[in-house]
Nanobody, 120 residues
């Protein structure tokens, strides 16, 4: 069982930065692929970025590529999402998710979400 707790959301002006954190419980954090998803008002949840257990491999949605960076600190059981050049369309609730590294399917564990609001 993995418990995920996101933090770092808030209100930011367009063009500004924000960093989200996701703290995970458990002693096998490096065994999990970690990801960020987001859900904007009235829209379906969408994938943002993911990172392998080792942190070597990352993958981004086209909409955030070049602006967002996902990283992890396995010693701290934490994954981060550094967001730069934020746009109003980045406004959403951001969720951290985890799945075992051997799995390519759905994510097993989810956090409660942290809200990001980008003002124009």
């Amino acid at each position: 069982q993995v418990q995920l707790v996101e933090s770092g959301g808030g209100l930011v002006q367009a063009g500004g930065p924000l960093r989200l954190s996701c703290a995970a419980s458990g002693r096998t954090f490096r065994s999990y692929t970690m990801a960020w998803f987001r859900q904007a008002p009235g829209k379906e949840r969408e994938f943002v970025a993911r990172i392998s257990g080792s942190g070597i491999s990352t993958y981004y949605a086209d909409s955030v590529k070049g602006r967002f960076t996902i990283a992890r600190d396995n010693a701290k059981n934490t994954v981060y999402l550094q967001m730069l050049s934020l746009k109003p369309e980045d406004t959403a609730v951001y969720y951290c998710a985890a799945r075992p590294s051997w799995s390519a399917g759905s994510y097993h564990y989810w956090g409660q979400g942290t809200r990001v609001t980008v003002s124009a």
